[in-house]
């Protein structure tokens, strides 16, 4: 979804590792002022993205789902200027084939599809664009076609690790 977690201090109860311990709050990204706090996400295909303007940071878990859902403005719109972002490795428009019910949610992004194979890359971009932001760099990396670098959902059937995405705002 396009869920935001503020973060204003570490949580007290750490325990999210531990078998039986407390389960962390289920959303696609989060959101701080506070420095030296880690705001990380996990994947394994969708896309890690951080956001910064220097006092605040974000760091956004986009999918297809959270990208459809607005994730991007959400989190933009949380900033009092439009901030900087960092787009991490994800699946690529070579290795990404959807179906209908995916492709129509992005037919408004230009260049986005190429039959059924869809390149979230550029919707990134062009939700980052709308929302403002002008300064993105990137990591161009396709998690699916580089098995000795990355872990990838779709090319290992959902038997597969993680990556980690993390962002953290210095003081």
């Given at each position: 979804g396009a869920e935001?977690?503020?973060?204003?201090?570490?949580d007290p109860e750490r325990a999210y590792t531990e078998p039986g311990g407390k389960t962390p709050p289920e959303v696609d990204g989060h959101l701080t002022g506070v420095p030296d706090l880690g705001l990380l996400v996990?994947?394994?295909?969708?896309?890690?993205?951080?956001?910064?303007?220097g006092t605040r940071a974000?760091?956004?878990?986009?999918?297809?789902?959270?990208?459809?859902?607005?994730?991007?403005?959400?989190a933009v719109a949380r900033f009092?200027?439009?901030?900087?972002?960092?787009?991490?490795?994800?699946?690529?428009?070579?290795?990404?084939e959807v179906g209908p019910e995916v492709s129509e949610r992005f037919a408004d992004v230009p260049e986005a599809l190429d039959g059924r194979m869809l390149d979230l890359r550029r919707v990134i971009v062009a939700r980052l664009e709308a929302a403002?932001?002008?300064?993105?760099?990137?990591?161009?990396?396709?998690?699916?076609c580089?098995?000795?670098?990355?872990?990838?959902?779709?090319?290992?059937?959902?038997?597969?690790?993680?990556?980690?995405?993390?962002?953290?705002?210095?003081?």
């Open positions: 935001l977690h503020e973060w204003d201090a570490p996990m994947v394994a295909d969708c896309y890690p993205v951080a956001l910064s303007d974000a760091m956004l878990h986009c999918g297809w789902r959270p990208l459809a859902e607005g994730i991007i403005q959400t009092d200027a439009p901030p900087a972002a960092a787009v991490g490795p994800g699946i690529g428009g070579c290795c990404y403002g932001v002008t300064r993105v760099d990137h990591v161009d990396r396709c998690t699916s580089e098995p000795e670098r990355y872990f990838s959902h779709r090319r290992d059937s959902g038997v597969t690790g993680r990556q980690g995405g993390l962002c953290v705002l210095t003081g």
